[in-house]
């Protein structure tokens, strides 16, 4: 008897594991603002300039994203998508250039960029001062090592 009790639970655990899993990366993304973005922002078929992976980011009620963002620079835009393993429901979204307000940011430890999304706000992206600026260089075809970031007022 303790033997088919053990297996049945060995075989429940990858279900079981899989929709806590499945249920804590939802709850992060509507944390986040993430399914508003993919609403109000729909992702476009546009070649990037510059794509920088594995970027930290701070959106929505304090959800951290640690290396689990891809942000792309694209010629009429940013794309910003978030790792498939953290985010399997979040697709990525497209902001235009001119839905972008860059807001410099400071911290204890770094210097950090808010990128608020529309007007009126449809939801936030804090990144670290240098990734914006190498996005900024992106979207203008520059080198990717400006001296100052895009900021607008």
């Known amino acids: 008897m303790k033997v088919w ?3 049945g639970l060995a075989m429940l655990f990858p279900i079981a594991f899989t929709a806590l899993w499945l249920g804590i990366t939802s709850l992060l993304g509507l944390l986040g603002g993430w399914p ?11 070649a990037p300039s510059l794509r920088l992976d594995s970027q930290y980011g701070r959106m929505g009620v304090g959800v951290e994203l640690r290396g689990a ?3 792309s620079a694209c010629p009429s835009g940013l794309r910003v998508a ?3 393993f953290l985010g399997p429901f979040s697709k990525p979204f497209f902001v235009p250039w001119s839905e ?4 410099p ?7 950090l960029v808010r990128l608020q999304f529309g007007e ?4 936030a992206l804090i990144v670290y001062a240098k990734t914006w600026e190498r996005l900024a260089a992106g979207r203008r075809g520059e080198p990717t090592t400006p001296s ?6």
């Open 82 to 84: 978030i790792s498939r």
């Open 69 to 71: 963002l891809s942000l």
């Open 36 to 46: 508003v973005l993919m609403r109000r922002y729909p992702d476009r078929d546009e």
């Open 105 to 111: 940011k400071k911290n204890l430890f770094a210097h």
């Open 148 to 153: 100052a970031p895009l900021v607008s007022a």
């Open 100 to 103: 972008i307000v860059a807001e």
């Open 120 to 123: 009126p706000e449809a939801g």
């Open 5 to 7: 009790l053990v297996a």
